[in-house]
């Protein structure tokens, strides 16, 4: 993975293990304002390096990320917070993207959750069906 390859190798396996299998993240844009906007996704870490998300149309994020692709992607917390995995990079709105249920790594990380509050993976592209590619600049960890 492109983001991690500075790292120490039994760093660099232990963050990549997270970014692989964390289902949870903390994306980070910023506002027409300046006032930043931090929400919970679910993401895909891609063997390119990139991230995936997905979002409901209309979301202010997808507004945010038009106007200043600039955001950050933090990892869920872990026991006392002493394990910080943040990435910084650009965004961008990927309309052209393959929907969440044509994306078998997606489904496959997401497939019980998304079972338990959305019932398909059919819905749920359905509903979160504007893809974000995010791709890094720097890597925090």
Request: charged share 20%; with cysteine; glycine share 8%.
């Amino acid at each position: 993975m492109l983001t991690t390859a500075a790292l120490p190798p039994s760093r660099r396996a232990h963050v990549e293990t997270r970014l692989a299998t964390n289902l949870m993240a903390w994306l980070t844009t910023v506002g027409p304002t300046g006032r930043p906007d931090c929400v919970p996704v679910w993401f895909l870490a891609g063997d390119d390096g990139r991230f995936l998300v997905y979002s409901q149309p209309g979301k202010a994020k997808l507004r945010n990320i038009a106007a200043n692709p600039a955001v950050a992607l933090g990892l869920d917390v872990t026991d006392i917070g002493r394990d910080i995995i943040r990435v910084e990079g650009t965004a961008a709105h990927a309309p052209d993207h393959p929907r969440a249920d044509q994306v078998p790594a997606y489904v496959a990380k997401y497939t019980e959750r998304i079972g338990a509050i959305f019932g398909t993976v059919e819905r749920f592209a359905e509903l979160f069906s504007a893809p974000i590619v995010v791709t890094p600049t720097r890597l925090h960890a």
